[in-house]
Structure formats: structure tokens, C-alpha cells
Nanobody, 119 residues
């Protein structure tokens, strides 16, 4: 019953900014961690940022991850965007959900949101 819904992607020019959002809904007991991944066509999915404050070298100094615990939402502020940032961005959550017999540790993915950086 848990869903992750991403939003905020779009088409921007190099140097511009975007802010991605990922909201978790459903029978969530607690969220251990959330993170952002991205995948370009023909490439493997790579970790971009974690809620613990770790970033891929390619985005350090430009991207900032943050969380609103009350809203069960994680954000990714992306500044100074480059064409190589173009990818589908996915939200991931490591959480505990409430099920019929109690609690269950689970991992969920959002549907992805397209970010395109081009002139």
C-alpha cells in the first residue's frame, strides 16, 4: 500500500535549477532512509544523493537533499544543471510498513521523473 510519487522534473537550460519532490504515502510505520537515483538511456541506475547527506562526486556542490519528516517527503534541489544531468530521476525509500500481522521492512521505488538539460 506504500507509494512513492516524484514530481518536479522538466526541461531546463544549462545553469538553471529544478527542485524534485518525492512523497511517500500509505501504511508507513517509519522511514529509515530515502535517496535519489538517476538513470540515463543505456546506463545503469546510479545513486545521486542519500538522506544521510552523501552525494555522488558529479553533483557535489550543486545538489542538496532535504527531508520533511512530517510530510514524509524528500526533496532534491538541483542547481547549476548540466546536460550530463539529463536522466530519469527515481526516489527510493527504505522503510517499515504496517501490514496485517505487524510490521515489515520494505524497499520502494517511485515511478521516476524526467529531467532534461538542454539548450
Amino acid at each position: 500500500q506504500v507509494q512513492l510519487v516524484e514530481s518536479g522534473g522538466g526541461l531546463v537550460q544549462p545553469g538553471e535549477s529544478l527542485r524534485l519532490s518525492c512523497a511517500a504515502t500509505g501504511s508507513i510505520f517509519s522511514i529509515y532512509a530515502m535517496g535519489w537515483y538517476r538513470q540515463a538511456p543505456g546506463n545503469q541506475r546510479e545513486l545521486v544523493a542519500t538522506s544521510g547527506g552523501r552525494y555522488a562526486d558529479s553533483v557535489k556542490g550543486r545538489f542538496t537533499i532535504s527531508r520533511d519528516i512530517a510530510k514524509k517527503t524528500v526533496y532534491l534541489q538541483m542547481n547549476s544543471l548540466k546536460p550530463e544531468d539529463t536522466a530519469v530521476y527515481y526516489c527510493n525509500a527504505d522503510l517499515i510498513e504496517r501490514v496485517e500481522i505487524g510490521l515489515k521492512r520494505s524497499d520502494y521505488w517511485g515511478q521516476g521523473t524526467q529531467v532534461t538539460v538542454s539548450s
